[in-house]
């Protein structure tokens, strides 16, 4: 199922009360559920907090649905945006796919593979650190 960010405005939101909080949590669950009752499937993952602004990630089958939680829950809606791509710090060390020029296999190792991701520092003491020029 497609994945969104939306943002929502919300002044104070990050000044809010725990009891505040849940409130509106309780308020947008509610909504999900009646909503997924009634044939759409759409799931809140979890939402960022600032200062004065929401960030929420939700699963949902289209913008649409979104925007309906929000109109439905009588939330603010800034934006929705379907997430094209998701990265993080393991995304540096991924394997760079092969080259359609390049077809020659690597040769099979005799070593059992880890199931351990290769480490930046491993086998030094050392930190990493930026190189000079």
């Not at 969104?4 to 509610?30: C, H, W, Y």
């Not at 649409?64 to 998701?86: C, L, M, N, T, Y």
């Not at 991924?94 to 190792?109: L, Q």
Request: aromatic share 4%.
């Amino acid at each position: 199922m497609p994945q969104f960010v939306i943002e929502r405005t919300l002044p104070g939101a990050g000044k809010m009360s725990d009891t505040e909080m849940q409130q509106i949590s309780a308020k947008s669950n509610d909504v999900l559920r009646g909503m997924t009752a009634q044939g759409t499937p759409i799931q809140w993952l979890h939402s960022y907090v600032t200062g004065d602004k929401l960030y929420c990630v939700y699963n949902a089958p289209d913008a649409k649905a979104v925007q309906e939680h929000a109109k439905r829950g009588g939330f603010p809606i800034d934006s929705v945006a379907q997430v094209a791509r998701v990265i993080d710090p393991t995304t540096a060390h991924a394997p760079k796919p092969a080259s359609s020029k390049s077809a020659s296999p690597r040769p099979a190792s005799s070593k059992p593979a880890s199931s351990k991701p290769a480490s930046p520092t491993a086998g030094s003491s050392k930190p990493l650190s930026p190189r000079s020029t």
